[in-house]
């Protein structure tokens, strides 16, 4: 698929709504099950999301949108959530991603983003030039990713106790 | 994790909705992209955790829990959602799933399940002896793997689209 941008919103506005249907009120057990030494937990999946909402994407594209003789991101910060989500409740972090994502994506819309705005570049400190098309598909894919990782981690903490099938599901040793 | 069957359930009881979240009203690029030959949709995905509903994992657990002289298995079809899903719309699945779990976790709690009966055996076609227990955990490690699949494959969409952040994002390349 090329980048639609209504296509990417579909995507980025469900995105709160299955993590509060897969994790909401789920015993505690489920929701601290991590891979091991920093990795992360779904908790954490939750926490990182929340930190990309308000330190990546949107002010990445407000950089690439102004076109300022500078166009560099600042490094995204990738376990701020362990400092961020201290104290934190599941349920204060899913309410916190559904309104910090609702808010970034009535500023998305608001921009009417056009084909020609969407080819513009900022720079990536280690990849260079990229597009904002490209950062917003990347918005999008992280999603998806960190939809993957939550239910990957969740069934690890069961591989043992699936015995022989550990043999059919992959998800257990990816 | 040890498998303890409070914790299953409440895993159990939010895949359909999780799913429903995640996929309802997409539109079909989303619902139908593939990882290529013989791999599953989003689509497939749904169908074949459908299928499950019906034949394997209460037929199975019937199966052990009546202890009769053969204990052995159906195999399982692990494509027969390619037949059954013709025709049907992905609204017609969310509404299937549903329903179909609904029912079978009235069945699972029915039973009022003890160590014991957790603890009797079936036969695995391919695996041999397999306790009850393993074939519930089983059953929500399956769950999860699909959830993490579907994201997956829907990420994969977006392989070329994310440009040089393909690197960052090892979902893309799983």
Known sequence: MTFQLPDGIAVLERTPAAFRALLGGLPDQWIDGNEGPNTFSPFDNLGHLIH???????????????????????????FAQVREGQGKRLADLL???????????????????????????GEHPEFGPV????????????????????????????????????????VLDR
Chains 1, 2 share one sequence.
Do not use: C
């Open 52 to 78: 990309g909402e308000r330190t990546d994407w949107i002010p990445r594209a407000r950089i690439i949108l102004a076109q300022a003789a500078s166009r560099r991101f600042e490094p995204y910060d990738r």
């Open 95 to 121: 309410d916190e991603f559904a309104v910090l994502r609702a808010r970034n994506l009535v500023t998305l819309r608001s921009w009417n983003l056009s084909d020609r705005e969407l080819a513009l570049e």
């Open 131 to 170: 597009t904002l098309r490209q950062l917003l598909a990347t918005w999008v894919a992280h999603d998806l990713g960190h939809v993957a990782q939550t239910s990957r981690v969740m069934a690890k903490q069961y591989r043992d106790a699936v015995g022989p099938w550990r043999a059919y599901l992959p």
